[in-house]
């Protein structure tokens, strides 16, 4: 229950998540759900760069509403350094495309509705004083406080939270994404198709991650990203939309964020905090996909915070992060061993697109990405892309 503590103005709730995205606003769903006083604390103003895929799994795990898709994905197009096209049909099925400027306030009302208290406020700081832990912040440019016996952090990578309360966390290693929402034209030439994501690996546009141009309906996420400083994220993104004729249209708006590079060792303090989403780290290397894996640590935090408020044992907290690496550690490695290894330099994305042609690979990347697990089904499969990887890597054939 919400309350009022023995000193005047502060709120007491249970729990107190700061940062309404995809994996706050799951967190104080679930939370709210199961009976927990829950504050959710979210940033008026910012909407976070993101292309906004979105898997079946996700759409089905999370009840994410008809409505909310902007589109839906039936292909990619992977484009090499010599501009050479590999088109990826995903067969049944489609992806999903959402706005994060409507999906985020979306799940924010969700939590709320589901009874958590939702308040826009910038986060300030953390003290404690007795039992419990009292969250300092500015709502409508008036200092406020509420007391708690947990803070779950979702605000980003850069995550103040994070940052105050776990150590090593101001050391992530991060990329920096930037795009632009273009309207796209009535009549006139483009290089966008309604149902198809684009993605464009050539230094050119980021010598160290990929760009991209995704459909969200009557307008399209033109964007790319990179962890090398000095490179012109925007200059790079000039270029995209002079090339793919979406130079003269619209710009909606623009944005850009730090994403993490790899989960962080520790997303819990071992008393009272524990991070999610962005701030612990939780997006899929060489992809950068993030949505789904927010929302499954914003549900798994929610299931460490529940244990951790019944049994008052805080060793709980850590589960989060253990549920998390048992189920999709073992991809995160994969895609960091992938990313290290074909994101070097043109050549070697020409040799990646060029892999990308092959049918297994097809088959056996979108049952994965669609499905949110590794396909252990096809030994076979398997092991003809693992030989393919070592010509194509090692330059036995042409690409």
């Given amino acids: ?94 992806v999903g495309m959402v706005d994060r400027a409507d999906f985020d306030p979306w799940l924010r009302r ?29 709502a409508d440019g008036v200092p406020r406080q509420a007391r708690a016996r947990l803070v779950i952090g979702a605000d980003g990578a850069s995550s103040p939270v994070g940052r ?23 009549a006139g030439p483009h290089d966008v198709e309604a149902t198809r994501c684009d993605v464009y690996y050539q230094g050119k546009l980021s010598p160290d991650f990929y760009a991209w141009v995704f459909p969200h309906g009557d307008t399209v996420s033109v ?20 090339s793919t004729g979406l130079e003269g249209c619209e710009t909606v708006r623009r944005e850009g964020a730090p994403l993490p590079l790899k ?27 993030g949505i789904y894996y927010a929302m499954l640590g914003g549900r798994l935090s929610a299931e460490a915070a529940e244990t951790f408020l019944a049994t008052g044992n805080a060793k709980a907290l850590a589960g989060a992060r253990r549920s998390f690496m048992r189920l999709h550690g073992r991809v995160f490695l994969i895609l960091r061993i992938m990313q290290a290894v074909w994101y070097r330099n043109d050549g070697l994305r020409e040799r990646f697109v060029s892999i990308c042609r092959d ?16 396909v252990r089904a096809k030994p076979a499969a398997h092991a003809r892309i693992f030989f393919k990887d070592l010509a194509h890597l090692f330059r036995w054939v042409s690409p």
Wanted: with cysteine; hydrophobic share 40%.
């Fill in 1 to 94: 229950m919400v309350g009022e503590d023995r000193q005047p103005g502060t709120e007491v709730f249970d729990v107190v998540v700061v940062g309404g995205g995809p994996a706050g606003a799951t967190a104080a769903t679930d939370l709210a759900r199961g009976g927990r006083s829950v504050l959710l604390l979210d940033k008026p103003g910012r909407i976070k760069p993101c292309g906004g895929a979105i898997p079946p799994r996700l759409i089905r795990d999370f009840a994410i509403p008809d409505h909310l898709l902007v589109a839906r994905i039936r292909s990619a197009r992977m484009v090499s350094p010599r501009e050479k096209r590999v088109d990826m049909p995903i067969g049944d099925g489609f």
């Fill in 110 to 138: 969700r939590a709320a509705e589901a009874g958590a208290v939702l308040r826009p406020a910038t986060f300030q700081h953390i003290d404690r004083t007795g039992d419990g832990i009292t969250v300092h912040y500015r």
């Fill in 164 to 186: 105050a309360e776990i150590p090593g966390h101001a050391a992530m290693r991060q990329v920096f994404a930037y795009h632009e929402i273009v309207r796209l034209p009535e």
């Fill in 223 to 242: 964007g790319t990203g990179s962890a090398r400083k000095g490179f012109s994220l925007r200059g790079a993104i000039r270029a995209l939309r002079a």
């Fill in 263 to 289: 989960p962080l060792r520790r997303w819990d303090n071992g008393r009272d905090v524990l991070l999610t989403g962005d701030a612990a780290g939780i997006v899929a290397p060489a992809s950068g996909e």
């Fill in 359 to 374: 049918r297994d690979v097809q088959q056996l990347t979108w049952d994965s990405y669609m499905n949110k697990a590794l």
